[in-house]
Nanobody
Framework: QVTLVESGGGLVQPGGSLRLSCAAS????????MAWYRQAPGKERELVAS???????NYAESVKGRGTISRDNVKNTVYLQMNSLSPEDTAVYYC?????????WGQGTQVTVSS
């Protein structure tokens, strides 16, 4: 059974930083495409960042220069470091995995940027 468990969300002040983690199990992590999506209230879910099995990364324009996605194939974990956060970054952040096992979503972690 594939599970993706996100952590690291919470309340952050504008200008602050946080690091989200997604621990994966039940899949061969090293050959899985991984990504972070987010969904703000009343908006569609959108891609934030992705990382391929080879370590190639892709970012939404809104987070370029502020976000860094990385993966640890030993810990089966993908990370999203976000800096210079603004209220527009407030959303539920979801981990996504795609590979021979199919595609799966985590349950999401809330990030709220507010003073």
């Amino acid at each position: 059974q594939v599970t993706l468990v996100e952590s690291g969300g919470g309340l952050v002040q504008p200008g602050g930083s946080l690091r989200l983690s997604c621990a994966a199990s039940g899949l061969i992590f090293s050959i899985s495409f991984m990504a972070w999506y987010r969904q703000a209230p009343g908006k569609e879910r959108e891609l934030v960042a992705s990382i391929t099995t080879g370590g190639n990364t892709n970012y939404a324009e809104s987070v370029k220069g502020r976000g860094t996605i990385s993966r640890d194939n030993v810990k089966n974990t993908v990370y999203l470091q976000m800096n210079s956060l603004s209220p527009e970054d407030t959303a539920v952040y979801y981990c996504y995995s795609r590979g021979p096992h199919g595609f799966y979503w985590g349950q999401g972690t809330q990030v709220t940027v507010s003073s």
